[in-house]
């Protein structure tokens, strides 16, 4: 991988990625792993030391595993794995009479490959370059900036030069995507408009050492991030956040408009946020409006945004950083089948139903929806007020939040290319239900095969079809039509009669990256699968 352009040149590759955070990284990982030529423009020589977006799901890691740096991103956990990473939602302070376990992610381990993980957006980071080093057909450009943008009928052309003024380069692909953060360059010049909702909240971000806080908050062991309800935040969070065991801090709050460095007492506020006086010691003070933003379309012709270029939101919850992996998963082997011709163009078309349904989702019905409902319980209880009903009250969330936890669930009933009646919907949602059950559109949960091994170890590249206890001479008849398709399918054979029974299907037809695109029951035939690849692939 080189990481210099000539001093003024022309080069052609099939995909410019600009941005190289964790979405952009993974993107390029996704599509070199399919042999698929690309650039990544990034403006940062170094990861920023920024210790943000540190939730990763079990979905998330599933990705890791199949980018091939699982391992080495759970080597570089700076919290060891024994110590937990739960989460508190306490209500006044952290040291208050009144806490409960909350976003409990490791609740719907058993529905995913993988377990989840915790560790700093720059240790994520690090990670992926190193991977993305070993990718002969991915080349980042560190310490460069994409300059502008524009497209004809023979692709995209992006002006890029180096920030120490050493070179221009212009880029000429057939597709770009943009993971070039919420001011995007790319999403700009495309004409891609966007929809806001500004919350009118100025949010800081603090980040300190501090080993008095961790022996205050020993009495929650296994916890790695603290959320404080104050009625008097209407709704808003002080959040705190673990960046490694004992010593390193990051802390999100609102302040009031007006803050600035110099004219706000930031360790009286961390004090009032836990209830008692420790040690603190600052290492970074920024600040950010509290705001949705959300791309209109994920798509304009040969251009592409993901990540917070396509939409951007509180960091609440860890969605963040967890949605952005998606969109690079769900859009590189898109893309990839597109370059490689066994994709049409309208598989490239469902990447936006999908994931923008996914985000306004999660948006409305999760972080949007979180702010309302605090709002409200601090509105209607107190224990000041009246302590029977604010600890009943009380009580009743710390169900919900278990709840929520199972109801976050992504998928894509609805999609153009998911092969399923599903009256009402419309391509993406993060509302649904954790089930072992395959359903079109839905991840695809583990299972054991009568061998042992997972099926997730079976899984192909391209398109999979599972087969429990089906005729042979479906399998081979689907096996024979791909090949002449040319669209890549492997074949899952297995007579275990349990996990036939927990997936409810005797055929699944699953994507690339692991959603399932058709369910076949006991009637289904082959000519009902060949149908069902074939439109998944886009070509109907």
């Not at 495309?190 to 050492?209: K, Y």
Request: aromatic residues 10%; hydrophobic residues 40%; contains cysteine.
């Amino acid at each position: 991988m080189s990481q210099t352009a000539s001093p003024s040149s022309v080069e052609h590759t099939q995909v410019v990625i600009v941005g190289g955070g964790p979405v952009g990284m993974g993107l390029a990982i996704e599509l070199g792993q399919r042999d698929i030529r690309c650039t990544v423009i990034e403006r940062h020589a170094e990861p920023q030391p920024i210790p943000k977006g540190q939730n990763l799901t079990q979905r998330t890691m599933e990705h890791f595993h199949f980018w091939g740096a699982e391992q080495q991103l759970r080597a570089a956990r700076t919290i060891p794995p024994e110590y937990g990473i739960g989460g508190l939602t306490a209500y006044g302070s952290l040291l208050s009479p009144y806490s409960y376990d909350w976003l409990q992610r490791d609740l719907v381990r058993p529905y995913y490959f993988k377990s989840n993980e915790r560790l700093p957006q720059y240790a994520t980071e690090a990670v992926l370059r190193k991977r993305v080093a070993e990718l002969p057909s991915v080349r980042v450009l560190y310490g460069w900036d994409a300059e502008s943008l524009q497209t004809d009928d023979d692709g995209v052309h992006i002006t890029a030069a180096a920030r120490d003024g050493t070179g221009r380069v212009t880029l000429h692909a057939d597709y770009a995507v943009g993971c070039d953060g919420s001011r995007s360059l790319v999403r700009t010049q495309a004409g891609i408009t966007q929809t806001l909702a500004d919350h009118d909240r100025m949010m800081v971000l603090l980040v300190f050492r501090s080993r008095g806080l961790h022996e205050l908050l020993a009495r929650y062991p296994g916890k790695s991030y603290y959320n404080v309800l104050q009625p008097e935040l209407q709704g808003y969070w002080k959040f705190f956040g673990r960046v490694d065991l004992g010593n390193s801090w990051f802390f999100h709050a609102p302040v009031p408009a007006g803050t600035t460095r110099d004219n706000f007492d930031f360790q009286a506020y961390l004090h009032e946020a836990v209830g008692a006086e420790f040690d603190v010691a600052f290492e970074h003070i920024g600040f950010w409006d509290l705001r949705f933003a959300i791309a209109d379309s994920y798509r304009s012709g040969r251009v592409f945004v993901a990540g917070d270029a396509a939409h951007s939101h509180p960091p609440y919850g860890g969605y963040g950083i967890n949605t952005g992996f998606e969109d690079a998963r769900n859009l590189g082997w898109k893309l990839a089948a597109r370059l490689q011709g066994w994709g049409s163009d309208a598989l490239l078309d469902s990447y936006h139903p999908e994931r923008h349904g996914v985000f306004a989702s999660t948006a409305r019905d999760f972080i949007a929806r979180s702010i309302e409902v605090d709002r409200a319980f601090l509105e209607a209880y107190a224990p000041e007020r009246d302590r029977p009903a604010f600890e009943q009250a009380w009580q009743a969330r710390s169900q919900g939040a278990v709840g929520e936890v199972h109801a976050f669930e992504p998928h894509y009933e609805g999609s153009p290319v998911i092969v399923a009646e599903c009256p009402g919907a419309s391509g993406g949602s993060a509302q649904g239900s954790h089930r072992y059950a395959a359903r079109p559109g839905h991840h695809l949960a583990p299972a054991t095969l009568s061998a042992g091994d997972n099926v997730y170890e079976r899984l192909g590249a391209g398109y999979t079809l599972l087969a429990l206890g089906a005729d042979a001479a479906i399998t081979a008849t689907c096996r024979d039509a791909a090949r002449r398709m040319q669209i890549p399918l492997s074949l899952i054979e297995d007579s275990r009669e349990d996990e036939r029974a927990r997936y409810e299907a005797k055929l699944i037809l699953v994507r690339p990256d692991h959603y399932v695109a058709w369910v076949g029951g006991q009637d289904a035939t082959a000519q009902d699968a060949l149908r069902a690849l074939t439109r998944a692939s886009g070509r109907t």
